[in-house]
């Protein structure tokens, strides 16, 4: 599914997908194709709901936006490695 499908299907909503397809560019990863799991009216249901897919399943993308964007560019910060006491 595409992102301007889901935001016609879902008007006003928070919304939980997962990435089946995207790539990066730039720094920037572009979702091309989406498989929604739930929606909310709140922000902190759909958060929550997004952070318990992602710890049953840590590989795979999960994101959460309300359908008021008009894109899905996520900037991608570098893993800089574990912070820890020196």
């Excluded at 897919?53 to 359908?67: D, G, I, N, Q």
């Excluded at 996520?74 to 893993?79: F, N, Q, S």
């Amino acid at each position: 599914m595409k992102w301007e499908d889901v935001r016609k299907q879902y008007l006003e909503q928070w919304v939980v997908f997962e990435a089946l397809s995207a790539h990066t560019d730039h720094d920037i990863r572009h979702i091309d194709d989406l498989a929604v799991i739930d929606c909310f009216s709140e922000a902190r249901d759909a958060m929550k709901r997004q952070h318990e897919l992602h710890k049953r399943s840590p590989a795979r993308e999960y994101y959460f936006f309300h359908t008021s964007r008009d894109s899905l560019d996520i900037m991608e910060r570098p893993w800089t490695g574990i912070r820890g006491a020196r």
